[in-house]
């Protein structure tokens, strides 16, 4: 069966330091992966998606940025964290893009 | 622009019957999913529906009308358990979700 891994749980940062959270997926090969941010009382706010190595897709302007380096991680990340930054971030896959989607168990990112 | 409305909150007592209601205005549409979130949990999926009509799972069901740009997500024999927030979201046309801000349901013994 197919599992997804995202860490930290949860990350207290400083403003202006950068930030690394990763994400794989296992039992699946070629997944569709993606990184979304969920305010509180807000609806899923889609950053990055990617269908293949090294193919990102950047949804909204801002400072984080997001690399595939390998079939199955994802990773999300930025140089220099802002306040605005602090949310529920969270991670899923997809087999084919209308197919249900997968999350992570989330990071709650706090920027201080 | 695009756009799902679903209510913000609802409470209903432990054994009923529930339903929330999600209407929706999106450029095309590839299918609308219903994803239960718990409290500092990630969404898990429930339902998709991608006709018109309504789809039973257990104690779930969801309906769709595409000409109504309306679904709803009915839940029976209501446990402690699924006090939950309830996200719909609906696939465009170039397959990107739109999601609703979610409804919050309280349940009461």
């Known amino acids: 069966s197919q599992t997804i891994h995202q860490w930290p749980a949860t990350l207290v940062q400083p403003v202006g330091s950068p930030l690394s959270l990763e994400c794989t997926v296992e039992?699946?090969?070629?997944?569709?992966l993606y990184w979304y941010r969920q305010a509180a009382g807000r609806g899923l706010q889609l950053l990055f998606y990617?269908?293949?190595?090294?193919?990102i897709s950047s949804e909204v302007p801002q400072n984080l940025s997001a690399s595939r380096p390998q079939d199955r991680q994802f990773i999300l990340s930025s140089k220099k964290l802002l306040l605005s930054d602090s949310g529920f971030y969270l991670c899923?896959?997809?087999?084919?893009?209308?197919?249900?989607?997968?999350f992570g168990n989330g990071t709650r990112l706090t920027v201080t | 622009g695009q756009n799902i409305d679903q209510p913000t909150e609802m409470t209903a007592t432990e054994g009923a019957i529930v339903q929330i209601n999600c209407t929706y205005q999106?450029?095309?549409?590839?299918?609308l999913f219903w994803y239960q979130q718990h409290a500092g949990e990630a969404p898990t999926f429930l339902s998709y529906?991608?006709l018109d009509g309504l789809e039973e799972k257990g104690r779930f069901s969801s309906f769709l009308s595409r000409s109504k740009g309306y679904s709803y997500l009915l839940l029976k024999e209501l446990q402690m358990k699924d006090s939950a927030s309830y996200l719909c979201a609906v696939m465009d046309s170039n397959y990107q979700l739109i999601w609703g801000a979610g409804t919050k349901l309280i349940i009461k013994p």
């Open positions: 999106t450029s095309g549409f590839n299918g």
């Open positions: 039992g699946t090969s070629n997944p569709n």
């Open positions: 990617s269908v293949g190595i090294g193919q």
């Open positions: 529906n991608v």
């Open positions: 899923a896959w997809n087999r084919e893009l209308h197919s249900p989607l997968h």
